[in-house]
């Protein structure tokens, strides 16, 4: 599965971002998928995840109520709404594809990861 992220900028605090995450090759209705996020000098962090078909979602207690994850598996898409954004939101978003059987935050488990987009929020 090759993941290509997409979407990011430079936006003022408050302001909102969509990001995308295209996969290709093998079906991917079949991964559940994760967005990350990692700042200069942090580790990599959870921000959401959405299993293969869509019925179950988690979040990072820091985004929930302003983020949400969606996928559309017909266009081979994840997407990441982050409304209200807010300058710590700054980082590098990475989306992953993970083959398990169940969702989860923990970014060892992914198996596929794409090059990541970077979201800055400007106070």
């Known amino acids: 599965v090759q993941l290509q992220a997409s979407g990011g900028g430079l936006v003022q605090a408050g302001g909102s971002l969509r990001l995308s995450c295209a996969a290709s090759?093998?079906?991917?209705?079949?991964?559940?998928m994760g967005w990350f996020r990692q700042a200069p000098g942090k580790e990599r962090e959870f921000v959401a995840a959405i299993s293969g078909s869509g019925g179950f979602i988690i979040y990072a207690d820091s985004v929930k109520g302003r983020f949400t994850i969606s996928r559309d598996n017909a266009k081979a898409t994840v997407y990441l709404q982050m409304n209200s954004l807010k300058p710590e939101d700054t980082a590098l978003y990475y989306c992953?594809?993970?083959?398990?059987?169940?969702?989860?935050?923990?970014?060892?488990?992914?198996?596929?990861w794409g090059q990541g987009t970077q979201v800055t929020v400007s106070s």
């Open positions: 992953a594809a993970d083959s398990g059987t169940v969702v989860v935050r923990t970014p060892l488990r992914y198996d596929y």
């Open positions: 090759g093998r079906t991917s209705s079949r991964y559940h």
